[in-house]
């Protein structure tokens, strides 16, 4: 018994060493105002795997979480949350997932979900037509994704 505690202890110590144990569920926060920036997520870009969820929590109300049309990987339904609720996502198709808030998309209330590391859509989600602030916002998360 005592040598297989030691087996399996040496296995976690080894995935998490590596890298491969990774936490499954991200929390993003919707937020009026985070790090001197005003109509923001607390996270702008998440990366997550397969079958992960990620949960975005109404910390301040008025905002929400919407899928940009044009850019999620092809087969996304549509996917807008309810104003000032606490809304979550399971991600089953990988590639990068642009989302905002549709009140604020035009100050630049923008993420992106990347999922599996596939950045497969990468031309899609530089071609979509992102307003106001977020034009600018997109190009530099853009820029860090690739």
Same mark, same amino acid.
């Given at each position: 018994?005592? /040598?297989?505690? *030691?087996?399996?202890?040496? !296995? ?5 060493? *590596? ?13 009026? +105002? %985070?790090? $001197?920036? %005003?109509?923001? /997520? #607390? @996270? +702008? ?11 975005? @929590? ?14 999620? &990987?092809?087969?996304?339904?549509? %996917?807008?949350?309810?104003? #000032?609720?606490? *809304? ?5 198709? &990988?590639?990068? !997932?642009? /989302?905002?808030?549709?009140?604020? @998309? ?5 993420? %992106?979900? =990347? ?7 990468? &031309? ?8 106001? $602030?977020?034009? +600018?916002?997109?190009?530099?998360? =853009?820029?860090?994704?690739?």
């Amino acid at each position: 018994m005592r /040598y297989i505690l *030691t087996l399996l202890t040496a !296995y976690f110590i080894l995935m998490v060493g *590596t890298g491969l144990v990774r936490a499954a569920d991200v929390t993003v926060e919707m937020l009026n +105002k %985070f790090e $001197k920036e %005003f109509m923001v /997520y #607390s @996270k +702008k870009i998440v990366r997550v795997d397969i079958g992960d969820t990620v949960f975005w @929590k109404s910390i301040n109300p008025g905002h929400n979480v919407e899928f940009i049309k044009g850019a999620v &990987p092809e087969d996304v339904d549509k %996917f807008k949350s309810k104003i #000032s609720s606490d *809304t979550e996502y399971k991600f089953t198709i &990988p590639g990068i !997932y642009a /989302y905002w808030c549709t009140p604020h @998309k035009s100050m630049g209330m923008i993420g %992106f979900v =990347i999922v599996g590391n596939d950045l497969s859509n990468m &031309p899609a989600i530089t071609k979509v037509r992102y307003l106001g $602030k977020s034009k +600018k916002i997109a190009k530099q998360l =853009i820029e860090k994704i690739s």
